[in-house]
Protein backbone atom coordinates (compact mmCIF):
# COMPACT_ATOMS: atom_id res chain seq x y z
CA UNK A 1 0.00 0.00 0.00
CA UNK A 2 0.95 3.27 -0.57
CA UNK A 3 -0.65 5.74 2.25
CA UNK A 4 -0.86 9.17 3.38
CA UNK A 5 -2.14 10.92 6.72
CA UNK A 6 -1.56 13.47 8.67
CA UNK A 7 -2.49 11.84 11.74
CA UNK A 8 -2.28 8.11 11.58
CA UNK A 9 -5.01 5.52 12.08
CA UNK A 10 -5.56 1.56 11.35
CA UNK A 11 -6.09 -0.30 8.22
CA UNK A 12 -7.82 -3.65 7.75
CA UNK A 13 -8.72 -5.63 4.85
CA UNK A 14 -10.85 -8.54 3.93
CA UNK A 15 -12.51 -10.47 1.84
CA UNK A 16 -15.74 -10.95 0.49
CA UNK A 17 -17.56 -8.08 2.23
CA UNK A 18 -15.85 -8.49 5.68
CA UNK A 19 -16.77 -12.65 5.75
CA UNK A 20 -13.32 -13.54 5.92
CA UNK A 21 -10.75 -10.86 7.95
CA UNK A 22 -6.83 -10.95 6.48
CA UNK A 23 -5.46 -8.31 9.21
CA UNK A 24 -5.02 -5.10 10.36
CA UNK A 25 -1.80 -2.87 10.55
CA UNK A 26 -1.17 0.96 12.00
CA UNK A 27 -0.95 3.73 9.47
CA UNK A 28 1.82 5.83 10.77
CA UNK A 29 0.97 9.51 10.53
CA UNK A 30 2.97 10.77 7.34
CA UNK A 31 3.02 14.40 8.00
CA UNK A 32 0.16 15.28 5.60
CA UNK A 33 -2.65 13.83 3.40
CA UNK A 34 -0.04 13.76 0.23
CA UNK A 35 3.27 12.67 2.07
CA UNK A 36 3.16 8.98 0.98
CA UNK A 37 4.85 6.06 2.61
CA UNK A 38 4.88 2.81 0.99
CA UNK A 39 3.73 0.01 3.83
CA UNK A 40 3.62 -4.28 2.78
CA UNK A 41 1.20 -6.24 4.74
CA UNK A 42 1.17 -10.49 3.74
CA UNK A 43 -1.95 -12.17 4.15
CA UNK A 44 -2.43 -15.91 2.92
CA UNK A 45 -5.13 -17.30 1.14
CA UNK A 46 -6.37 -19.73 -0.43
CA UNK A 47 -6.65 -20.00 -4.59
CA UNK A 48 -10.05 -18.51 -5.52
CA UNK A 49 -11.64 -15.27 -6.69
CA UNK A 50 -12.42 -12.93 -4.03
CA UNK A 51 -13.79 -9.50 -3.55
CA UNK A 52 -10.99 -7.60 -1.48
CA UNK A 53 -11.72 -4.93 0.78
CA UNK A 54 -9.40 -2.17 2.64
CA UNK A 55 -11.21 -0.37 5.09
CA UNK A 56 -9.78 2.47 7.67
CA UNK A 57 -11.02 1.45 10.93
CA UNK A 58 -9.98 4.54 12.68
CA UNK A 59 -7.84 7.81 11.92
CA UNK A 60 -8.01 9.30 8.62
CA UNK A 61 -5.87 8.17 5.44
CA UNK A 62 -5.77 8.63 1.89
CA UNK A 63 -4.47 5.28 -0.21
CA UNK A 64 -2.86 6.21 -3.26
CA UNK A 65 -2.29 2.40 -4.56
CA UNK A 66 -2.11 -1.07 -3.65
CA UNK A 67 -0.47 -4.25 -5.05
CA UNK A 68 -1.62 -7.92 -4.82
CA UNK A 69 1.38 -10.39 -5.64
CA UNK A 70 1.58 -14.20 -5.18
CA UNK A 71 4.15 -15.37 -3.14
CA UNK A 72 6.30 -18.53 -2.82
CA UNK A 73 7.42 -21.04 -5.54
CA UNK A 74 3.86 -23.64 -4.98
CA UNK A 75 1.38 -20.52 -6.05
CA UNK A 76 3.53 -18.38 -8.55
CA UNK A 77 3.03 -18.36 -11.94
CA UNK A 78 3.99 -16.58 -14.85
CA UNK A 79 1.85 -14.77 -16.88
CA UNK A 80 2.75 -15.01 -21.37
CA UNK A 81 3.83 -11.53 -22.44
CA UNK A 82 0.85 -11.61 -24.31
CA UNK A 83 -1.64 -11.77 -21.95
CA UNK A 84 0.04 -9.28 -19.78
CA UNK A 85 0.70 -6.59 -22.49
CA UNK A 86 -3.16 -7.44 -23.11
CA UNK A 87 -4.23 -6.28 -19.73
CA UNK A 88 -2.00 -3.35 -19.58
CA UNK A 89 -4.00 -2.54 -22.62
CA UNK A 90 -7.32 -2.19 -21.08
CA UNK A 91 -8.72 1.56 -20.16
CA UNK A 92 -11.44 2.79 -19.61
CA UNK A 93 -13.05 6.75 -20.23
CA UNK A 94 -14.12 9.22 -19.53
CA UNK A 95 -13.36 8.82 -16.10
CA UNK A 96 -15.68 9.71 -14.00
CA UNK A 97 -18.45 8.53 -16.36
CA UNK A 98 -21.99 9.94 -16.64
CA UNK A 99 -23.95 7.31 -18.72
CA UNK A 100 -21.61 5.31 -21.45
CA UNK A 101 -18.25 3.70 -20.07
CA UNK A 102 -16.03 3.28 -22.86
CA UNK A 103 -13.50 0.72 -23.21
CA UNK A 104 -10.16 0.22 -24.78
CA UNK A 105 -9.38 -3.18 -25.06
CA UNK A 106 -7.91 -5.40 -27.65
CA UNK A 107 -10.69 -7.60 -29.69
CA UNK A 108 -10.15 -11.00 -27.69
CA UNK A 109 -12.09 -9.75 -24.75
CA UNK A 110 -15.03 -9.46 -26.77
CA UNK A 111 -17.59 -11.92 -25.92
CA UNK A 112 -16.09 -12.18 -22.53
CA UNK A 113 -18.33 -12.01 -19.59
CA UNK A 114 -18.35 -8.58 -17.05
CA UNK A 115 -19.41 -7.82 -13.65
CA UNK A 116 -19.73 -3.94 -11.94
CA UNK A 117 -18.95 -4.43 -8.47
CA UNK A 118 -19.54 -1.11 -5.94
CA UNK A 119 -17.34 -0.59 -3.31
CA UNK A 120 -18.94 -3.36 -0.78
CA UNK A 121 -18.05 -5.64 -3.32
CA UNK A 122 -22.04 -6.21 -4.38
CA UNK A 123 -22.86 -6.94 -8.01
CA UNK A 124 -24.74 -4.25 -9.37
CA UNK A 125 -24.31 -5.06 -12.83
CA UNK A 126 -23.53 -8.41 -15.43
CA UNK A 127 -23.09 -8.31 -18.96
CA UNK A 128 -20.97 -9.35 -21.90
CA UNK A 129 -18.51 -7.32 -23.69
CA UNK A 130 -20.13 -7.12 -26.78
CA UNK A 131 -18.42 -3.53 -28.30
CA UNK A 132 -16.19 -0.87 -27.01
CA UNK A 133 -18.62 0.50 -24.53
CA UNK A 134 -20.82 -0.63 -21.24
CA UNK A 135 -24.23 1.64 -20.41
CA UNK A 136 -23.86 2.81 -16.58
CA UNK A 137 -26.65 5.27 -16.93
CA UNK A 138 -28.70 3.27 -14.44
CA UNK A 139 -25.77 3.28 -11.71
CA UNK A 140 -25.60 5.47 -8.52
CA UNK A 141 -23.15 8.20 -8.04
CA UNK A 142 -19.97 6.25 -6.84
CA UNK A 143 -16.81 4.44 -7.07
CA UNK A 144 -17.14 1.27 -8.92
CA UNK A 145 -15.01 -1.51 -10.29
CA UNK A 146 -15.32 -3.40 -13.94
CA UNK A 147 -14.38 -7.10 -13.66
CA UNK A 148 -13.69 -8.88 -16.74
CA UNK A 149 -13.27 -12.74 -17.28
CA UNK A 150 -10.27 -13.65 -19.27
CA UNK A 151 -10.15 -17.34 -20.84
CA UNK A 152 -7.29 -18.09 -18.55
CA UNK A 153 -9.57 -18.94 -15.52
CA UNK A 154 -8.21 -14.58 -14.11
CA UNK A 155 -9.73 -11.52 -14.83
CA UNK A 156 -8.93 -7.49 -15.61
CA UNK A 157 -10.23 -5.35 -13.23
CA UNK A 158 -10.47 -1.45 -13.57
CA UNK A 159 -11.76 1.03 -11.01
CA UNK A 160 -14.17 4.23 -12.14
CA UNK A 161 -15.96 6.83 -10.72
CA UNK A 162 -19.65 7.35 -11.78
CA UNK A 163 -20.92 11.02 -12.01
Same mark, same amino acid.
Given at each position: ? =?? !? *?????TLSSD??? %? =? &? /?? #? *??? +??? @?? #?? /? @??? &??? /? &?? $?? @? !? %? @???? #? +? $?? =?????? +????? +? *?KVGAASTTLASKASAASEQA???YPNPVADRLRLAA????? #? =?????LDVLGRVKRRGIVSSQEVDVAELRAGVYTLHIEKKESSRIIRQFIKQ
Open positions: Y =RV !A *SPNGGLNG %G =R &T /QL #G *SMA +IQA @TG #GW /Q @TWR &TMS /Q &TV $NV @T !A %G @TYSF #G +I $NA =RTGGWN +INWLR +I *SVSLPPELL #G =RPYQI
